[in-house]
């Protein structure tokens, strides 16, 4: 029986020689080698960015406005009869 292992993959950057030192420095507080102390900065970061994009915040009064609009939709009006068709007819050809 063979054990699969996934490869890992690597990212490679250059860093000014004082920068390198100040993550070291700081790596080594923390009692993690370069590479760990890396990693788990990129992550946490790269984490907080995506969750910018991944949830969505409203203020109170944009959150009822938005439930109002989805609970009570207008009744459908011309051009969106006409859309919708447009619609129809480019996706759904019969």
Avoid: C, W
């Amino acid at each position: 029986m063979s054990t699969l292992r996934k490869k890992k993959d690597n990212i490679h950057i250059r860093v000014e020689p004082e920068q390198k030192e100040d993550i070291k420095k700081a790596a080594e507080l923390l009692g993690l080698d370069l590479s760990s102390f890396v990693l788990q900065n990129s992550l946490k970061a790269a984490r907080a960015e995506l969750a910018k994009y991944e949830q969505l915040s409203l203020s109170r009064a944009d959150a009822d406005l938005f439930y109002d609009a989805i609970s009570n939709p207008p009744n459908s009006n011309k051009n969106l009869k006409s859309a919708y068709k447009k619609y129809q007819k480019a996706f759904n050809p019969e």
